[in-house]
């Protein structure tokens, strides 16, 4: 069974920027899928983004669209997420997540077969 693994969370002040990766523990991993999604204390895990993998056709939750950039890397199954203009309200810790087959949809928990542990990102006012 393949692993997920996040890095890259830590604390930063708002209007910065942070970097995220998801490495596969199997690089021939191939995804149909891969996403970002966050939690905060208190609240469900919601949905951030996602990358089709062969295509790298990407989707954006509304909440992130022009400040969040995600892109995958096939050789290495890595995926990235480029957080830009942060607020505090993105704080949360974030999760990789990956489609082990086609699904038709990619913005619930439950549309994903594989999780990573999760990275704290933190954004001071």
């Known amino acids: 069974q393949v692993q997920l693994a996040e890095s890259g969370g830590r604390l930063v002040q708002a209007g910065g920027s942070l970097r995220l990766s998801c490495a596969a523990s199997?690089?021939?991993?191939?995804?149909?899928?891969m996403g970002w999604f966050r939690q905060a204390p208190g609240k469900e895990r919601d949905f951030v983004a996602a990358?089709?993998?062969?295509?790298?056709?990407?989707y954006y939750a509304d909440s992130v669209k022009g400040r969040f950039t995600i892109t995958r890397d096939n050789a290495k199954s890595t995926v990235t997420l480029q957080m830009n203009s942060l607020k505090p309200e993105d704080t949360a810790i974030y999760y990789c997540?990956?489609?082990?087959?086609?699904?038709?949809?990619?913005?619930?928990?439950?549309?994903?077969?594989?999780w990573g542990q999760g990275t704290q990102v933190t954004v001071s006012s």
């Open positions: 990358i089709h993998w062969s295509t790298g056709y990407s």
């Open positions: 199997d690089r021939t991993f191939s995804a149909y899928r």
């Open positions: 997540a990956a489609q082990g087959n086609y699904r038709a949809n990619y913005h619930l928990p439950s549309d994903y077969d594989y």
